[in-house]
């Protein structure tokens, strides 16, 4: 009896383990089918070209050698690794390499700075100091040559330097910082760029001319260029302050405001409707419901003439009155309300607890659970808003909320194609979604007697 109790022993435990395999494994493909589209993204954020086919895991900005390299040529442009720019005094050294096929003699690259704008869109209409106006940039000097092939062709690998500076010929004199230091480098016919002290962000004309949009990018200006610029160019006009920076901020005013309407209100409701006796709860409570069933577009006329008469259309104040009360969220304080027992209130009531110190002190702690569920639900839905922001807001560039500012970032950039920037944006407007879930994510699978220990 006992080898086959063994033997039975290993097979469930086997079957137990074979069960925990498929259930981690499907776990796996669908966190791998659901965070592959925003991986994708994301690096996608970080390219020159998102749009590039084949797509490509590898690329300049994600190589540990460009974030050295970057970092070096920020400081060495205007003392600013992160961010870099071109600053009076500046002398920056750059290399390039190229293969020359046997039998060509070697020439030296055309090296220029050219005048050239931020971007597309909101860059492109603001001036900024340019680079090529107080740029020198030395004569190219061959430095080294080695014999190397590429394929089936011999030849030999050239490498050339030359230096960028900006002279300061009077102390005195204020002169401007740029915040960039565009360079093009241009290869003679016969000759393949290879390398360089920090790779291009495009080559063009068939790779003879390797372009950068700065050569003194920093860190960040060239590793999260795409990230930097949706602060630089998306800027107010006439104040020159971010856009970006703005929208953000507006968003999180009327996210907070609604969470905190919201639990107040919904928390006070809920609990009226779960323990006090009122005359017509039932009907109150069925008119809940009702509302609950109205979709709101079928009520954003009158809701928009009621902004219009009390003048908050185009202001924020609006969009937190429109918001008001979402039935949704009294509907879940009153279920949550009424899965708890009432001997506990009881309990409290025969301490010599009044129904406020009893709501207060010893009910709203127990809705732990519900109270973060109902403000991850209520700030990501405000968050995401766009309808409502849409009527209100319309035409109110500072007073956009990101959804609205997403779309405008879509018109103003999607026609050049600049698709970088509207990615990067797009990941920086989920952020805050992201680090709410992490933090709130454990009420979502507490029991009510778990908080109730903890309390």
Same mark, same amino acid.
């Given at each position: 009896m006992k080898p086959r109790r063994k033997l039975d022993e290993r097979y469930l435990a086997r079957q137990r383990w074979a069960r925990a395999g498929w259930i981690y494994g499907a776990m796996l493909a669908l966190g791998v089918f659901f965070i592959g589209p925003f991986y994708v993204a994301f690096l996608g954020s970080l390219k020159d070209n998102p749009l590039e086919w084949p797509f490509r895991t590898t690329f300049a900005q994600v190589l540990p050698k460009n974030w050295v390299a970057a970092w070096k040529l920020g400081q060495q442009g205007a003392g600013n690794p992160w961010l870099g720019g071109f600053a009076p005094g500046a002398n920056i050294p750059f290399e390039v390499s190229y293969f020359v096929p046997e039998g060509t003699e070697p020439t030296p690259p055309t090296v220029t700075v050219p005048e050239r704008r931020a971007g597309a869109g909101l860059g492109a209409i603001f001036d900024e100091v340019q680079a090529s106006r107080y740029a020198q940039v030395s004569p190219v000097e061959e430095v080294s040559r080695r014999p190397a092939r590429i394929g089936d062709e011999a030849g030999q690998v050239v490498t050339y330097r030359f230096t960028i500076s900006y002279p300061r010929s009077d102390p005195a004199l204020d002169l401007p910082t740029a915040a960039r230091l565009p360079l093009d480098v241009e290869a003679p016919r016969g000759q393949?760029?290879?390398?360089?002290?920090?790779d291009p962000n495009r080559l063009e004309r068939r790779g003879r001319v390797a372009s950068w949009d700065s050569a003194a990018p920093g860190f960040f200006g060239y590793t999260f260029k795409n990230y930097v610029r949706?602060?630089?160019?998306?800027?107010?006009?006439?104040?020159?302050?971010?856009?970006?920076?703005?929208?953000?901020?507006?968003?999180f005013f009327v996210s907070l405001m609604a969470v905190l309407i919201n639990l107040i209100f919904a928390s006070l409701a809920?609990?009226?409707?779960?323990?006090?006796?009122?005359?017509?709860? !039932? #009907?109150?409570? &069925?008119?809940?419901? +009702?509302?609950?069933?109205?979709?709101?577009?079928?009520?954003?006329?009158?809701?928009?003439?009621?902004?219009?008469?009390?003048?908050?259309?185009?202001?924020?104040?609006g969009m937190i009155v429109w918001i008001g009360i979402d039935m949704a969220k009294v509907f879940l304080?009153?279920?949550?309300?009424?899965?708890?027992?009432?001997?506990?209130e009881e309990a409290a009531l025969i301490d010599?607890?009044?129904?406020?110190?009893?709501f207060f002190r010893i009910i709203l702690p127990m809705a732990t659970p519900a109270l973060g569920a109902l403000t991850i639900m209520t700030f990501q839905g405000i968050w995401n808003e766009f309808f409502k922001a849409a009527v209100v807001l319309s035409g109110q560039q500072g007073s956009y909320t990101l959804p609205l500012g997403l779309s405008f970032f879509r018109s103003a950039y999607g026609a050049a194609g600049d698709w !970088? #920037?509207?990615? &990067?944006?797009?990941? +920086?407007s989920m952020i805050p979604i992201v680090?709410?879930?992490?933090?709130?994510?454990?009420?979502?699978?507490?029991?009510?007697s778990t908080s109730a220990l903890k309390g």
């Open positions: 393949i760029f290879l390398t360089a002290t920090l949706v602060f630089r160019e998306a800027r107010d006009p006439n104040t020159g302050s971010s856009f970006f920076l703005r929208w953000t901020v507006n968003s809920g609990y009226a409707l779960a323990r006090m006796y009122l005359p017509g709860k !039932g #009907l109150l409570f &069925a008119l809940i419901i +009702l509302l609950m069933a109205v979709p709101q577009q079928a009520m954003f006329i009158s809701n928009y003439l009621v902004l219009r008469d009390l003048s908050l259309l185009g202001s924020l104040w304080m009153k279920q949550f309300f009424e899965s708890i027992p009432r001997e506990i010599g607890a009044n129904p406020i110190a009893t !970088g #920037l509207m990615l &990067a944006s797009a990941f +920086l680090i709410l879930f992490v933090v709130f994510q454990r009420y979502f699978v507490e029991g009510v």
